[in-house]
């Protein structure tokens, strides 16, 4: 029992079951950075990407399975590669515009994503999953070697599957760029489409080229993306997220995926323009005579370039786990580390397992709205580096927060886990430069340590003061001890490595893109 043209050759089976799980998988990966300047990277977002694509795969097996008895097979393929192609480039052309609207009529931070995943990355995925029954029903000649036949061209897809994630993820994103490896994706499914076209369907010429020039128009469309956002002066994709360098008049941003890192003020690159990381450093001043500290989180620079100014003596370890980032810092931020800062490109939490080493001063500032890693905010992590800090140290830990009822329950979840550990905080609400659709964003600083266990709110205070009148801390320290919160903060859940259902605790309320 014959069931595939004769002219098709095997290896082009094969091949093209090989080249579509390579491409539904990369475009998987590639779902993360492209919703992730709009929805962050959190636990619903990958929930919504993973949710999205399983659903549109099964789907997309059943129908393609349908339709390739019903009509010929190779028209079939041509037709699913040369639509799933199309809709990649469409994609590649308009998502930034698409991903704003979305975030706009949705803002919930679970079915937001949902809906983005399903209009951009569910068609394509779809169209790439019916391909695979349409190509056994080609690919079985002999019913006797119906499991063989079968089960190699599972295995290839799955393999190109591999292939996919662990290209997309490991270099492809690095080399090319979201927005190049999109329509690079989009062309490879358009050109595996045309070449089905030509080789297993006897179909009318007149059909095929005007779907082949309307789809290559879409293709070069494709190549010039409609951009929201200003063009930055420099943008990259590292490892974990996308990179862009923003600059006006005045200032330089350092900005990852959805929101800013790091302000220089052009005209004085050292000065600590962000009024938060001005409340980071009087944690100074609580400490007598300190000799090593401790950043996790590097961002541009900006504590560890003032530290190297004003502090020359101090010891410093910098932990950033990004190392696009790092290099951001030296390139664009003029951050030039001195032989007494050490820059280590690791997670904070696995630096603190691996080193022996304790701190007079650490300061925290791995925390961006609600992309924030998890393991740094439970109290396992809190422990842990209570247990890294000098007896008289102090501790120093930035959370962006728009001041919300959803961010205050998130803002109370950490308070209540960080007092496992440093019974005593004293917290500041600075505002930032920044907002969010209806409320001015705030950062909310908060001091542990033995001194803030054992000395008055107004000693602390005028510790801070005495140290900004020598000098030693930036002026408007003062003017920003105004903020110091005096109500007790509400009940919250404590997180742990086992129960930290941070996102859950996310508020409803969306900060705006970088504009």
């Excluded at 580390?337 to 650490?362: C, E, I, S, W």
């Excluded at 998130?410 to 019974?423: E, G, I, L, N, Y």
Aim: hydrophobic content about 50%.
């Amino acid at each position: 029992m014959t069931l595939h043209p004769p002219h098709i050759p095997r290896w082009f089976l094969l091949g093209t079951a090989l080249i579509t799980g390579a491409v539904v998988m990369a475009l998987e990966i590639l779902g993360s950075r492209l919703l992730a300047p709009v929805f962050g990277s959190s636990l619903f977002v990958w929930g919504a990407l993973i949710g999205v694509i399983l659903a549109a795969m099964s789907s997309g097996y059943a129908f393609g399975g349908w339709v390739s008895d019903r009509y010929t097979s190779g028209r079939v393929l041509a037709a699913l590669l040369l639509f799933s192609g199309g809709w990649t480039f469409l994609v590649a052309w308009t998502n930034q515009p698409m991903l704003f609207e979305i975030e706009k009529l949705v803002q919930d931070p679970r079915w937001g994503p949902c809906l983005a995943a399903s209009v951009l990355l569910a068609p394509p995925a779809f169209g790439l999953s019916g391909v695979l029954p349409a190509m056994l029903r080609l690919a079985v000649a002999d019913m006797n070697h119906l499991g063989r036949q079968t089960g190699r061209m599972i295995a290839l897809s799955t393999v190109g599957s591999l292939a996919g994630t662990w290209g997309t993820a490991f270099f492809l994103l690095s080399w090319l760029g979201s927005q190049s490896l999109l329509a690079w994706l989009g062309g490879i499914q358009v050109g595996l489409g045309v070449l089905w076209l030509m080789k297993g369907t006897p179909t009318r010429p007149l059909a095929p080229l005007i779907a082949i020039g309307c789809i290559a128009l879409l293709g070069m469309l494709a190549l010039h993306p409609i951009q929201r956002l200003r063009a930055p002066i420099h943008q990259e994709e590292s490892p974990y997220q996308q990179v862009r360098i923003r600059e006006d008049a005045l200032f330089r941003y350092l900005v990852l995926d959805r929101t800013f890192h790091a302000t220089m003020w052009k005209v004085e690159p050292v000065s600590l323009f962000l009024p938060y990381s001005q409340m980071m450093v009087a944690s100074l001043a609580l400490v007598s005579e300190p000799k090593r500290g401790l950043i996790i989180g590097h961002g541009g620079g900006s504590i560890a370039k003032w530290l190297a100014q004003r502090w020359p003596a101090l010891e410093l370890d910098i932990v950033e786990f990004d190392p696009v980032v790092v290099r951001m810092a030296e390139q664009y931020f003029e951050y030039h580390p001195p032989a007494n800062h050490h820059v280590v490109v690791k997670d904070g939490r696995a630096f603190l397992n691996a080193t022996d080493q304790t701190y007079d001063l650490m300061w925290i500032d791995a925390f961006a709205r609600d992309m924030i890693p998890f393991h740094l905010t439970t109290a396992e992590f809190y422990a842990l580096v209570r247990a890294h800090l000098n007896p008289d140290g102090i501790v120093a830990v930035n959370l962006a927060s728009s001041g919300k009822e959803g961010d205050l329950a998130r803002a109370s979840a950490v308070v209540q886990t960080m007092k496992q550990a440093f019974p005593a905080l004293e917290s500041f609400a600075v505002e930032g430069p920044w907002k969010t659709g209806m409320s001015p964003a705030k950062n909310l600083v908060f001091f542990g340590g033995r001194f803030i266990e054992q000395a008055s709110a107004d000693q602390t205070l005028s510790k801070i003061t005495e140290a900004a009148m020598k000098q030693q801390l930036p002026m408007e320290t003062i003017a920003l001890l105004n903020t110091r919160r005096t109500d007790p903060w509400p009940q919250g859940v404590v997180l742990s490595d086992d129960f930290a259902p941070y996102d859950l605790l996310l508020g409803r309320e969306r900060s705006q893109l970088v504009e």
